[in-house]
């Protein structure tokens, strides 16, 4: 288990409450731009993710923005690391906002051929640790009045594709979750925002994937003009919560103009 940094930037607990957020998967990719982009906008961020040195770095890139960045090291699927996490944010006052962007993918196999234990690591990560998080911080969302719940998924999680059906169960997962959670927490004035992302080029997302082979990886975007980048998917999630509370974007489903759908991508010369 990684253990938590829990000591907060005394400098935290002057920012508004109302603008403060946990986000999961801090420490690159979608994530990562989505702490920053909320940090450089005036909010409190408990950066949450498995690699402290990644999060300090992080803190660092975040340093002269209006806003702050507290690093929690911890694994979200660890039911011990989410809870001392939880302490800590409620320690440094709370927050009223979770993005809960940890997720991934791994292989590229046919559901005959599949691995279970990569089966068990996509729904470890993408099921049970948004789960566990979720869990952990609903009474104090809740108790904010005006909570808000913003889960990454994946078009992945809406239409099925070849050789990723691992992947493609554990968002269909989380895309059932986050649509039965929206009906269970409206009586408690919790928005919860769904956003479905599809051609996304991450460096970590592919390249771990296709178990580090980077020529692989390449392929996946090869010939596409412009596909997603983190940075666009951040600024999608910012608006999202920031957003006033009444308005609920319940379902964004975002893809680059060059993949008009799951199936068709359009590539150049090259490809």
Known sequence: MTEPITDAPAA???????????????????????????AENGWRVFAVARRADRLE?????????????????????DATAVESVREAVERAGGADTLLNIAGGALGTDTVGAGSVDDWEWMFQVNVIGTLRVTQAFLPMLRDSGKGTILNLTSTAGVVAYEGGGGYNAAKHGAHGLTGALRLEEAEHNIRVVEVLPGMVHTEEFSVKRLRGNQEAADNVYAGVEKPLTAEDVADVCFYAVSLPHHVNLDQIVMRPVAQAAQHKVIRGAGA
Request: aromatic content about 2%; proline content about 2%; charged content about 15%.
């Open 12 to 38: 935290s607990i002057s920012i508004d409450r109302s603008r403060s957020a946990i986000v999961t998967g801090a420490s690159s990719g979608i994530g990562r731009a989505t702490a920053l982009q909320l």
């Open 57 to 77: 770095s992080l803190v660092e890139e975040a340093a002269g923005y209006d806003g702050v960045v507290v690093p929690l090291a911890a694994d979200v699927t």
